[in-house]
């Protein structure tokens, strides 16, 4: 039997169990003083009616006298309950008795009330109370359905996984290599896979310490930090290299689950396996390739750099000493600019060898970028004028500086220069256009032109260079990797003015060192192309700039009375100290009672109040701060550790005025400070 539903417009139906009429028509009285309450009074007179009533359950809720003549309410409430009423049922009666009370609670009642105590606030909270005391009943059954129904869906996936468990073990047996150890290491189990790989018998390895198949390959700390992982019942998971009974080695990847005894200590290992051995083999194939490449490459330019040298100094003789004949000039520059296109390649060669060996090392200044690109393009002049190519460099107003290695940053520019003269028809055109640019960090401010607006929303600046030109172009296939090594353009190959193809890969290399990056665009063949380098700035005075000066500023004062609060006494006399510097009044405290003691006798114009006190705790000692107030302008500052949402929602309902979280920063505790002073002037 339920409750009945209540009235779509929210009224209550209460039904009143009383034989004596006098006390109804006083009952109605009572509920019908206000008429915004919504309760419904309805009445009968004697127990049997009563109880047809609560059998029905048409009513929100009940009333019941103590006494029925045929027989109590205490009997009729238990038979209430016996019969499934829901409705909460409250006992009236004419005497303040405490055993019947309790007898009435014992039978079932929501609640005991005494007539002559009755008002009409104390019986319109009774009945209100005791509906929502009902409505949390019902809602704690339909959780308790709910968590029976999950833990019987929860049993059945349990059962479930019993089936699972089983067909991964099989699956374990056949694919994986598998071992479990006891807490101290000793083999209790292997499966047929880890026999296979580690070449030794079942009955060989069972009862043997694990350490049988250590190959000895791994530093102390690697097995050190394996085994404090596993200790402390966490997973462990890493490449390990192991020895086989016949002295061979294999590389396995492992996962190491630990399980855990009622304490909470591991009583074994599971131990999981995967044959990496062939991956690892040609892992290390590859790196021993590129060892060899790398030391081919090196030698290959250090050989080729000795010859040139001594050809180098006979042009600069012939220079200098040679008789004037034209056809012996232009023999001389020929030689002088082949030789200088030759040391160009083997530059690069060598630089490359000594990035992939990690042997480079920039030599880092904060240089003008305007210097930078000056020194390419007067390198790159000469060929670029060779081809015929019309060059335009245009660089931002202001000075634009960055931290770079001069030299190679140069390289950089240079090489895409030549890059953009040898891959272009005679009479092109190239075009080098450097512009700074800025990070937005914050929303746009609603007047773009307002610089001071500006400077407030945006991060440092970067530099972006592009080196454009009216070549062959790159094929779309050939972006992604046309800063690999040795990539070349389908089409450049036939060019007599090709190169090996390292100088866009020593670029990329160089630009990422500096922290920055590059990309190539390309609309396609006999289309040009477009060089973007990207790279972080230093200073940039294009637009005016904020320097800051707080070195040189005067400090802020104020003349305050301030208590300072922290159970942290060095945390309290240093921030007491820093205060007094500037001009107040301070007095500390270091818990939560002495606060509020210290904010009485002292009265403070302000108090900075840690939130984790001894004895009452920060909301506790504001809430008694804030009524005995003697001075309208207090300002309470929760200065805390904790700076979530949340704690400032806390702190702002325990009366505090702001809150600052630590380490607070003093430059902003002293302008508020300032503020504050300025007030209470």
């Given at each position: 039997?339920?409750?009945?539903?209540?009235?779509?417009?929210?009224?209550?139906?209460?039904?009143?169990?009383?034989?004596?009429?006098?006390?109804?028509?006083?009952?109605?009285?009572?509920?019908?003083?206000?008429?915004?309450?919504?309760?419904?009074?309805?009445?009968?007179?004697?127990?049997?009616?009563?109880?047809?009533?609560?059998?029905?359950?048409?009513?929100?809720?009940?009333?019941?006298?103590?006494?029925?003549?045929?027989?109590?309410?205490?009997?009729?409430?238990?038979?209430?309950?016996?019969?499934?009423?829901?409705?909460?049922?409250?006992?009236?009666?004419?005497?303040?008795?405490?055993?019947?009370?309790?007898?009435?609670?014992?039978?079932?009642?929501?609640?005991?009330?005494?007539?002559?105590?009755?008002?009409?606030?104390?019986?319109?909270?009774?009945?209100?109370?005791?509906?929502?005391?009902?409505?949390?009943?019902?809602?704690?059954?339909?959780?308790?359905?709910?968590?029976?129904?999950?833990?019987?869906?929860?049993?059945?996936?349990?059962?479930?996984?019993?089936?699972?468990?089983?067909?991964?073990?099989?699956?374990?047996?056949?694919?994986?290599?598998?071992?479990?150890?006891?807490?101290?290491?000793?083999?209790?189990?292997?499966?047929?896979?880890?026999?296979?790989?580690?070449?030794?018998?079942?009955?060989?390895?069972?009862?043997?310490?694990?350490?049988?198949?250590?190959?000895?390959?791994?530093a102390k700390e690697f097995i050190r930090d394996l085994w404090t992982t596993i200790s402390?019942?966490?997973?462990?998971?890493?490449?390990?290299?192991?020895?086989?009974?016949?002295?061979?080695?294999?590389?396995?990847?492992?996962?190491?689950?630990?399980?855990?005894?009622?304490?909470?200590?591991?009583?074994?290992?599971?131990?999981?396996?995967?044959?990496?051995?062939?991956?690892?083999?040609?892992?290390?194939?590859?790196?021993?390739?590129?060892?060899?490449?790398?030391?081919?490459?090196?030698?290959?330019?250090?050989?080729?750099?000795?010859?040139?040298?001594?050809?180098?100094?006979?042009?600069?003789?012939?220079?200098?000493?040679?008789?004037?004949?034209?056809?012996?000039?232009?023999?001389?520059?020929?030689?002088?600019?082949?030789?200088?296109?030759?040391?160009?390649?083997?530059?690069?060669?060598?630089?490359i060898s000594r990035i992939n060996q990690g042997k480079i090392e920039l030599k880092r200044e904060q240089v003008e970028l305007a210097k930078i690109v000056q020194g390419a393009v007067e390198t790159s002049r000469p060929l670029i004028e060779s081809m015929g190519h019309e060059l335009t460099v245009t660089l931002p107003p202001g000075t634009v500086i960055v931290d770079a290695d001069l030299t190679r940053l140069a390289q950089v520019f240079l090489n895409l220069l030549n890059n953009a003269a040898k891959y272009t028809e005679r009479g092109g055109r190239i075009e080098l256009v450097a512009r700074v640019e800025w990070r937005v960090t914050s929303e746009e401010p609603e007047n773009p032109s307002s610089l001071a607006t500006r400077h407030s929303t945006l991060d440092t600046p970067f530099v972006v260079v592009s080196v454009t030109d009216t070549g062959i172009g790159i094929p779309a296939d050939k972006l992604p990797t046309i800063f690999e090594m040795f990539s070349q353009v389908e089409g450049a190959l036939s060019r007599s003015q090709g190169g090996l193809g390292i100088g866009l890969c020593l670029v990329k290399r160089l630009v990422e060192m500096h922290g920055g990056s590059v990309e190539a665009r390309s609309g396609g063949l006999g289309q040009g192309s477009e060089f973007v380098v990207r790279l972080p700035t230093v200073v940039e005075q294009t637009y005016p700039r904020q320097v800051s000066d707080d070195g040189d500023k005067a400090q802020p004062t104020s003349d305050l009375r301030i208590l300072v609060v922290d159970d942290n006494r060095d945390a309290a006399e240093s921030l007491a100290m820093l205060l007094k510097m500037m001009g107040n009044n301070i007095h500390t405290a270091h818990d939560g009672e002495e606060a509020v003691t210290a904010a009485r006798e002292f009265q403070p114009h302000v108090v900075l109040c840690d939130i984790g006190l001894p004895k009452l705790n920060g909301y506790e000692a504001c809430r008694q701060m804030k009524p005995q107030a003697w001075d309208k302008k207090m300002i309470l500052i929760a200065v805390t550790g904790w700076g979530q949402d949340n704690d400032r929602r806390k702190s702002q309902e325990a009366g505090f005025d702001h809150h600052m979280v630590k380490p607070v920063d003093p430059q902003a505790l002293m302008k508020l400070l300032a503020e504050l002073d300025s007030v209470k002037a």
């Open positions: 039997m339920g409750m009945a539903a209540r009235m779509d417009n929210g009224t209550v139906r209460v039904l009143l169990i009383e034989d004596d009429p006098d006390d109804y028509y006083l009952t109605r009285e009572l509920l019908g003083d206000d008429p915004e309450n919504k309760i419904v009074l309805e009445w009968v007179s004697d127990f049997d009616a009563g109880l047809d009533a609560i059998t029905r359950g048409e009513h929100d809720a009940f009333l019941v006298d103590y006494r029925l003549g045929k027989g109590d309410g205490l009997k009729l409430l238990r038979e209430g309950l016996r019969l499934g009423c829901k409705a909460p049922m409250i006992l009236l009666t004419g005497q303040g008795d405490r055993d019947l009370a309790l007898q009435a609670l014992d039978a079932g009642a929501s609640d005991f009330l005494v007539k002559g105590k009755i008002d009409a606030a104390v019986l319109e909270r009774s009945i209100r109370y005791a509906l929502q005391q009902k409505r949390h009943a019902d809602e704690l059954e339909r959780k308790v359905a709910d968590r029976t129904a999950e833990l019987e869906r929860a049993n059945a996936a349990l059962n479930a996984s019993f089936k699972e468990v089983a067909q991964l073990r099989t699956a374990l047996d056949e694919h994986a290599i598998v071992a479990i150890t006891d807490a101290r290491g000793r083999i209790t189990f292997v499966n047929d896979k880890f026999c296979a790989i580690s070449k030794y018998a079942r009955e060989e390895l069972l009862g043997q310490d694990h350490r049988i198949i250590n190959s000895g390959f791994h402390q019942g966490r997973v462990w998971q890493g490449e390990i290299k192991n020895r086989a009974k016949d002295g061979s080695f294999y590389w396995v990847d492992t996962t190491i689950v630990p399980f855990l005894n009622e304490e909470g200590k591991p009583r074994q290992y599971v131990v999981i396996r995967a044959d990496i051995t062939e991956h690892k083999e040609a892992e290390a194939a590859l790196k021993e390739a590129d060892r060899r490449k790398n030391e081919f490459l090196a030698t290959l330019a250090h050989e080729l750099r000795n010859p040139l040298a001594p050809v180098r100094n006979a042009v600069e003789i012939l220079r200098m000493k040679g008789p004037d004949i034209q056809e012996l000039h232009w023999a001389r520059d020929i030689i002088d600019r082949q030789t200088q296109a030759m040391a160009r390649l083997i530059d690069d060669l060598m630089d």
